[in-house]
């Protein structure tokens, strides 16, 4: 059983056979509550990460959309909108819990016809050759277990030209900033997971997973050893989180 190969689930080693499935279980336990939690979490600051991220995409009407790990729906949403009705955004998760979540979000909104929800590994997705003009993954690649993998599958279905933009929680740009992020994340975080989703271990699990997220430079040097061009990363909140942006050639 040595030989059997292994990775991380937060600072635990599993089997990688093992990690879909627990990375699932913490999903299925926190999707009901995932949307208050992220605003508890950051602040309501989530929001405008993720506008930023909509601006870096330069989406346009009658573009396909790939939104990875699109939970609640919140990217999802608003590319609905700039795409419009000649356009398209998938609404992809692995996680069936977290995509019904982003699926009944967007319905209770009246968010419909341009978006289709579809249950989905990021490291094998199943769109044909150069299907998307942009992909979106936020807050989702640290969950996945070969990230090599899923960046090649995301440069697969992208069309020439097309962007990736993976958002996602990193390393913090001054030590004083490091040191009170890590109390807030291992103090605070599993208390109110707790305290608002009867949950602490799952947002310990969270916390942990960022930490072992590659940080900006090795995930822009991934991307670019994946394939992608033109990669560059914008820090925001003091590097507490990045966006990291690569376009197929």
């Not at 093992?18 to 999707?31: C, L, N, T, Y």
């Not at 605003?39 to 991220?53: A, C, E, I, Q, Y």
């Not at 599993?190 to 072992?212: C, H, N, Q, T, W």
């Not at 990669?231 to 376009?247: D, P, Q, R, S």
Request: proline content about 4%; charged content about 25%; some cysteine.
């Amino acid at each position: 059983m040595k030989d059997r190969k292994t990775t991380h689930f937060g600072y635990q080693e599993v089997p990688v056979d093992e990690k879909a499935g627990r990375v699932a279980d913490v999903f299925h336990s926190v999707a009901a509550r995932y949307d208050v939690m992220n605003d508890l979490m950051s602040g309501g600051v989530h929001r405008l990460w993720k506008r930023f991220t909509i601006e870096l995409s330069g989406a346009r009407p009658g573009q396909s959309i790939l939104d990875i790990a699109g939970g609640t729906g919140d990217l999802t949403a608003r590319f609905s909108r700039i795409v419009g009705p000649e356009g398209q955004v998938v609404l992809a998760d692995i996680n069936e819990s977290m995509l019904k979540v982003g699926r009944d979000r967007l319905l209770d909104r009246g968010i419909a016809g341009n978006v289709a929800p579809v249950q989905a590994d990021a490291q094998y997705l199943p769109f044909p050759d150069e299907t998307f003009d942009c992909i979106t993954i936020a807050f989702g690649l640290r969950n996945v277990t070969d990230k090599d993998l899923a960046l090649r599958s995301m440069l697969r279905v992208l069309k020439p030209g097309g962007r990736l933009l993976v958002l996602e929680f990193s390393k913090p740009e001054s030590k004083l900033l490091e040191k009170v992020y890590d109390q807030y994340s291992f103090r605070l975080l599993p208390f109110m997971g707790k305290l608002v989703a009867d949950d602490a271990d799952s947002y310990r699990y969270l916390a942990e997973s960022i930490r072992m997220h590659p940080d900006q430079e090795t995930l822009k040097q991934m991307m670019t050893d994946a394939g992608f061009v033109d990669c560059e990363f914008h820090n925001m909140t003091g590097g507490i989180v990045a966006l990291h942006k690569g376009i197929k050639p």
